[in-house]
């Protein structure tokens, strides 16, 4: 028999639009009307409060379904801007001891945090399933897909933790049918505000929407193929366009991230995203949007068309200027290419600031893709401007259900059987790949440029780096 009452439980994470959780709740509203839904957001709660918040919850709301959505897990990221990245750099390669020292406090800190973040959230789980005793428990989201096996057994026996891809095999074990179209989440703002009543929490932040799901590119170091299959479905422009439009009219909302994989994997996104651009200029919606695009087979009337739809702040993932290097990671353009479509950009009128996403140490790597590296990042910097172009640097995190993990398991540099959870220094700095020989150089120049506190550190990382490849450091 299908659960009457479900509470959707969103997990303490860092705050971002809770795309998951809506899309989630409008779901189980389509498949079946007559349940009553609520959704409880934990990611806006103080950690004192959480579990007041879920028992108060789960004692007013009686679920016979409690569904936790579990986002994040590692409390590092491997881009240059987190704080747990640079301190583990500061301890491995700064040759002040007082700077280490400093760091490695700091290091024990994060540590504290995260250990007891996952503690916390797990804790949250295991005391709603003894509270409410008559509902039953389930588990999804991000983190479960990717760690679901590490997590089933922290858990009581009891809870279901659901890592297969989509809603199917969670719709059938609660007895609700499958959505006719799984990603057709017919989002009804004013049903929305009604059951998580947290989502006016988000009316001025960036508001996340999904054209697509699914990647078919078997990049080294992705999880999208793994976590929403290879198999690429698109959902209907007028429908994404009608979503977009809600939010405009209702909250006013102007800027908007499509929260795909990647926009354009495939030659059917060219017409898929030009009809969502096409819908938002027919409108007349005035907005901001942006994403993570693949550039490099774009051609002028889709520049032009994301041009004055609102493009702004674009980021593209280069990775390399050697195409060794895209090739090894197995990226599946040219660099060339990628060059070329931002030409095609800018001559369409392109001028707010572009995201280039490049890292560093991959497989492969020699001083000579490093430089090679740098002078993509001039040439685009001559295309668009000083100011616009912002290398945001980064290291292959080795992550489970990957190509690189099992490389870096073959190559001696894990074990196997590692704890991808860990995030002990030692750990970290094997999980975040950047291994030597240019290990060292490149843990130098990134300690010397965090050191500056920048906002964006890439430009000055690179910069650093050019200066030990000509023997110009200070040590």
């Avoid at 479900?6 to 795309?19: A, G, S």
């Avoid at 994997?265 to 919606?285: F, M, Q």
């Avoid at 674009?314 to 060059?339: K, T």
Wanted: charge should be positive; glycine fraction near 8%; proline fraction near 6%.
């Amino acid at each position: 028999m299908s659960p009457g009452r479900i509470l959707v439980v969103r997990l303490p994470c860092r705050k971002v639009f809770p795309t998951g959780p809506l899309y989630l709740l409008s779901a189980l509203h389509a498949a079946s009307p007559g349940t009553v839904l609520q959704g409880l957001d934990l990611a806006l709660e103080p950690a004192a409060k959480r579990w007041p918040s879920l028992r108060q919850a789960l004692d007013a709301f009686h679920p016979d379904l409690v569904a936790f959505s579990w986002r994040d897990i590692q409390i590092f990221s491997p881009q240059d801007l987190d704080g747990a990245l640079r301190d583990a750099f500061v301890v491995f390669h700064d040759p002040s001891f007082l700077r280490k020292a400093l760091a490695a406090f700091r290091g024990l800190r994060d540590i504290i945090i995260y250990r007891s973040a996952l503690a916390t959230n797990l804790r949250l789980i295991r005391r709603a399933a003894r509270r409410a005793r008559g509902a039953a428990i389930a588990l999804g989201g991000p983190s479960a897909r990717i760690f679901g096996d590490r997590l089933r057994a922290k858990l009581p026996r009891g809870v279901r933790v659901f890592s297969e891809a989509g809603l199917g095999e969670f719709f059938a074990s609660i007895g609700l049918p499958a959505p006719a179209d799984p990603l057709e989440p017919g989002i009804d703002l004013p049903f929305l505000e009604a059951s998580f009543p947290a989502l006016g929490a988000y009316r001025d932040e960036v508001v996340a929407v999904q054209t697509k799901q699914g990647c078919p590119h078997e990049c080294l170091y992705c999880l999208y193929g793994y976590l929403e299959g290879k198999k690429v479905r698109h959902r209907d422009p007028a429908r994404v366009v009608d979503e977009i439009q809600g939010y405009v009219k209702r909250w006013g909302t102007r800027r908007f991230w499509f929260a795909d994989a990647q926009l354009l994997s495939v030659p059917a996104d060219h017409r898929h995203l030009a009809a969502i651009l096409g819908g938002i200029l027919d409108r007349r919606l005035a907005v901001e949007w942006s994403g993570y695009l693949r550039i490099h087979e774009i051609d002028a009337a889709l520049a032009g068309l994301m041009v004055r739809s609102g493009l702004t702040d674009l980021e593209v993932s280069i990775n390399s200027g050697a195409q060794e290097i895209v090739d090894g990671l197995r990226l599946g353009f040219r660099v060339e290419d990628v060059m070329q479509g931002l030409s095609v950009l800018k001559e369409a009128g392109y001028a707010r600031r572009l995201f280039l996403n490049l890292s560093l140490n991959a497989p492969g790597e020699t001083e000579d893709t490093l430089r090679q590296t740098i002078a993509v990042v001039r040439r685009a910097t001559a295309l668009f401007g000083d100011g616009l172009v912002v290398p945001v640097v980064f290291f292959l995190a080795i992550q489970p259900h990957t190509g690189l993990e099992r490389a870096a398991i073959q190559a001696g540099h894990i074990r196997a059987g590692y704890n991808p959870l860990s995030v002990l220094p030692w750990n970290v700095l094997k999980l975040i790949y950047n291994p030597p020989p240019l290990g060292r150089i490149i843990g130098r120049a990134c300690v010397r440029a965090f050191a500056d506190g920048a906002d964006s550190p890439g430009t000055r990382v690179l910069a650093e780096i050019e200066r030990e490849l000509e023997g110009k450091h200070v040590i």
